[in-house]
Structure formats: C-alpha cells, structure tokens
T-cell receptor, first 115, second 113 residues
Framework: DAGVIQSPRHEVTEMGQEVTLRCKPI?????LFWYRQTMMRGLELLIY????????DSGMPEDRFSAKMPNASFSTLKIQPSEPRDSAVYFC?????????????FGPGTRLTVL | AQSVTQLDSQVPVFEEAPVELRCNYS??????LFWYVQYPNQGLQLLLK??????LVESINGFEAEFNKSQTSFHLRKPSVHISDTAEYFC???????????FGKGTKLTVNP
C-alpha cells in the first residue's frame, strides 16, 4: 500500500488567503484524523472521522477551520481566511477499525507557512 | 482530564550508550499507550504499543517500554543506541474505547558518534 498521502507537501500563502489541505487515507481504513504540529503546542488533534462522519471536532481552533470527508478515500482541511498563527505542519492519519485500539498511520505532513 | 508528560525535551547520548526516554501519564480510567518515532521531515511511525497483558513491550529494532500502572509511567529504553536512532520520540495515551490519542510534547534523541 502507498500509505497515507497528503498534498501539497509544502504550502506558502499570504494572510487572508484560503488554504486547502488534502488527504487520501490507506485503502480500507475506517478512521481518519487531522493533527497540527507546532513547536509551542506539540501535536494536537483537530478532528477525526469514522466511516466518513465527523466524530469529534473539539480540537478545531475556530470557525476559520473546516474539514470534510466526502468519501472513504478523500478528506480536506480548509482554512479560510488563513492567518500567520496557522503556520504549522498538518498531519493526516488513518486507522483500520472503528472504536478499537488501533495504530494510527501518519502521512508525511503538509508544511504550511502563512506570511 | 488525561495528559501525557515527557520530562525531557532533548536527550543527547553517544553511540552504543543506553538511553531511557521518560513518559508519565494522567488518566482516571484504563489506558493504552504508544510510542511513535518521527524522523526529520517525515510523519510519525509506530514504534511499539501497550494495550493489555504483558507490561513489557518490545519493538523490532531493540527498543522496549514497560507499562507501570502504580507509577503511571511508560518509559522507553534501549540498551545500545545507533546513529540511526536519532529522531523525535512521542509518547501517546488513549483511554477506554476512544480512538482519540493525546500526545506528549516529544523528546528529541540525538545520538553522537
């Protein structure tokens, strides 16, 4: 399997622009997670989905952030409008089963820089 | 609320020396624990995990961790490190049937020749 695929790998944008990050989970995995990693706050869970349904979005920082999972093989995380404090590495991860203690498999991340 | 504390942000060691990376957790219910490793410019990869049963768990590359309920710890150890072990290591906590994991801030292990 190709693993979790994220695009783009790097994104540089200006404050106020819309940013869309994309993720393709491992085929057959039922759960998908979006994380943000910064030096100050470490790795934070933003939102996760089970079977394409958002289960917990309590980590989404504010209304500027939104995430969708229209089907089992694709998810997006959108920031509109973006701000410099959104600069971070965003990871997508997937795991095989719902409600079990499964390993999460991480993608390579998207490094976002907001100028 | 559950939390994970990794006591050392950076650990420098010489090649072939032993190392211990410390992880303590706080939770009021049954837990399961992971160690993930992140190499530069890559995503996190599972190193080992404790779900239940034997409290000592091992990875394929010589790391081991012991779940200690009384001390609420899950320290990671390796008796002899290699240059290639240089990476950042994250301890993560899950509880009950939830899929949510809480990660520690990470420990950067640097192995010097």
């Amino acid at each position: 399997d190709a693993g979790v695929i994220q695009s783009p790998r790097h994104e540089v944008t200006e404050m106020g622009q819309e940013v869309t990050l994309r993720c393709k989970p491992i085929s057959g995995h039922n759960s998908l997670f979006w994380y943000r990693q910064t030096m100050m706050r470490g790795l934070e869970l933003l939102i996760y989905f089970n079977n394409n349904v958002p289960i917990d979005d309590s980590g989404m920082p504010e209304d500027r952030f939104s995430a969708k999972m229209p089907n089992a093989s694709f998810s997006t995380l959108k920031i509109q409008p973006s701000e410099p404090r959104d600069s971070a590495v965003y990871f997508c991860a997937s795991s095989p089963r719902t409600g079990r203690r499964d390993t999460q498999y991480f993608g390579p991340g998207t490094r976002l820089t907001v100028l | 609320a559950q939390s994970v504390t990794q006591l050392d942000s950076q650990v420098p060691v010489f090649e072939e020396a032993p190392v211990e990376l410390r992880c303590n957790y706080s939770s009021s219910v049954s837990v399961y624990l992971f160690w993930y490793v992140q190499y530069p410019n890559q995503g996190l990869q599972l190193l080992l995990k404790y779900l239940s049963g034997s409290t000592l768990v091992e990875s394929i590359n010589g790391f081991e961790a012991e779940f200690n309920k009384s001390q609420t710890s899950f320290h990671l150890r390796k008796p002899s490190v290699h240059i290639s072990d240089t990476a950042e290591y994250f301890c993560a906590l899950g509880q009950g049937g939830s899929e949510k994991l809480v990660f520690g801030k990470g420990t950067k292990l640097t192995v010097n020749p």
